[in-house]
């Protein structure tokens, strides 16, 4: 593979312009030669433009505001309408790129061509210390529909542009996904089902889980996106503890919402498919107030992974 130029997308709603600053100079700081863009869109709100920062050559800075739907799958198609490079990557406005991150998936993705994208493993800092999240470096549409595979995140994943704007390929970002609650592992999904994805082997981004995310306590959003996940991939079908998986996700948000009837069904049918599902327990035992969600949640998160 050529030295591609490749750009780098940041949604944001601007309420964190200092991590902005450290999450845009750590792309700066990238060790890859080539030529790096970073656009950073504001989701309907001013544009903060940035201009104290340096900008270093072969680097490029483009801020914008939001074209499209209001959120994150919004910012993030408006990003990829403005982006020129013939690779994207995405991020959040608090994580940060390892200076390595990008020259280490280009010498990846030069040893295998057939890779649809290719990611890294992350490092996770939470309750004041950091959890590597890895994984196998070859990952199949069926093993996304077994497991999330938490370490391909939308901070450590590059894709080809010409596959995120053509419809028959992958596609953009759907913004028809409630709240955008899931549209990282669905953008994955759509991609797995084109070609395996591969990661290097060593955390690309540091993901900061020791604040509050925006999806915290939004089991409305989680609910909503999990359920539309499962409706838009049939396939789930085939793999029992995927679907129970999921199943078990969107009980324990109905649980915390209070819907009872809703987290018992989808509780039994979480549990008919895989007995060991625990996330499906844990809704069955929030439901009897024996313990509130958030506090079983932060709980989980302590640990570097997440519901």
Known sequence: ??????????ATAGKRPEMLRKTVQAMFDQ???????????FDYVE?????????PQNRSLVTAVNHHSKGLAGGRNTGLDLASGELIGFCDDDDFWYPQRLSAQLALWEKHPEAIAISSWIKVRTDGKDVVRSGPERVTFEDLLVSRQFQIHPSTTLFKRADLVDTNRIGPVDEDLPAAY?????????????GDIFSVTEPGALILWDRPSFFSGHWESMAGGLTYILQKFPEFERQPKGLARIAGQIAFAHAALGNRKDAFAYARSALTRDPKQLRAW???????????PQTLLELVNKTGRGL
């Open 31 to 41: 060790d890859y030669p080539g030529h790096l863009e970073v656009v950073v869109v």
């Open 47 to 55: 544009i903060d433009d940035l201009s104290d920062l340096t900008v």
């Open 182 to 194: 899931g549209e990282d592992y669905d953008l994955a999904l759509r991609a797995a089902r084109l």
């Open 282 to 292: 844990a809704a069955l035992v929030v439901s009897t107030g024996l313990i509130k």
């Open 1 to 10: 593979m050529s030295i591609p130029k490749i750009s780098a997308l940041i």
